[in-house]
């Protein structure tokens, strides 16, 4: 069974920083890309960060850009994304999800239960 | 950036009554379309990819169609557990876009 499960989530002061990560299961890790979608409490969906299965490839939101990075380790079957500067706006469900096929072309077929950000002083 | 537009925001239906959702691309994306599904509280759920096909487990009452810039979904004879709210997603380029969500509500 395919199991996507995020932690690190938490309550932090704006400017701060976060580290997110996830953990995979249930398929094989290195044939997938990864992402990061976002979903502030009540509203839509917005993607936030991808890195193609082999980590050489990455691409981010001009929303986050310079201020995330996102990371994996295939021997650790986990994927990581460092917040730095957080802002109010940055608060939301954080999902990481897996995309088969190429990395341009994300569909998200397996998502995590999501983790919850929250920016606030 | 290619912005995604659903329609209608909401919607009220009935068990049993068929249901449309469209989505328009501000370009033409092929047929490089996602449909999910989301319940409150839960992670979305693939529905549809590639514009017409059904992922994997996805009851065969979802259907989907369209291609360049017009989209639509397509639940045929609602069941309760279809009550939710749908978003349309292109990955024709990135960085992938989604609608704005479409929620089904109970009439």
């Given amino acids: 069974e395919v199991q996507v499960v995020e932690s690190g989530g938490n309550l932090v002061q704006p400017g701060r920083s976060l580290r997110l990560s996830c953990a995979a299961s249930g398929f094989t890790f290195d044939d997938y890309a990864m992402h990061w979608v976002r979903q502030a409490p009540g509203k839509g969906l917005e993607w936030v960060s991808g890195i193609s299965w082999i980590g050489d490839t990455i691409a981010y939101a001009d929303s986050v850009k310079g201020r995330f990075t996102i990371s994996r380790d295939n021997a650790k079957k986990s994927l990581s994304l460092q917040m730095n500067s957080l802002r109010v706006e940055d608060t939301a469900f954080y999902y990481c999800a897996k995309s088969p096929g190429l990395f341009a072309e994300p569909q998200f077929d397996d998502w995590g239960q999501g983790t919850l950000v929250t920016v606030s002083s | ?107």
Wanted: a positive charge; proline letters at 6%.
């Fill in chain 2, 1 to 107: 950036d290619i912005q995604m537009t659903q329609s209608p925001s909401s919607l009220s239906a009935s068990v049993g009554d068929r249901v449309t959702i469209t989505c328009r691309a501000s370009q033409s994306i092929s047929t490089y379309l996602n449909w999910y599904q989301q319940k409150i509280g839960k992670a979305p759920r693939l529905l549809i990819f590639a514009a017409s096909s059904l992922q994997s487990g996805v009851p065969s009452r979802f259907s989907g169609s369209g291609s360049g810039t017009d989209f639509t979904l397509t639940i045929r004879s609602l069941q309760p557990e279809d009550f939710a709210t749908y978003y349309c997603q292109q990955s024709y380029s990135l960085p992938p876009t989604f609608g704005q969500g479409t929620k089904l509500e109970i009439k």
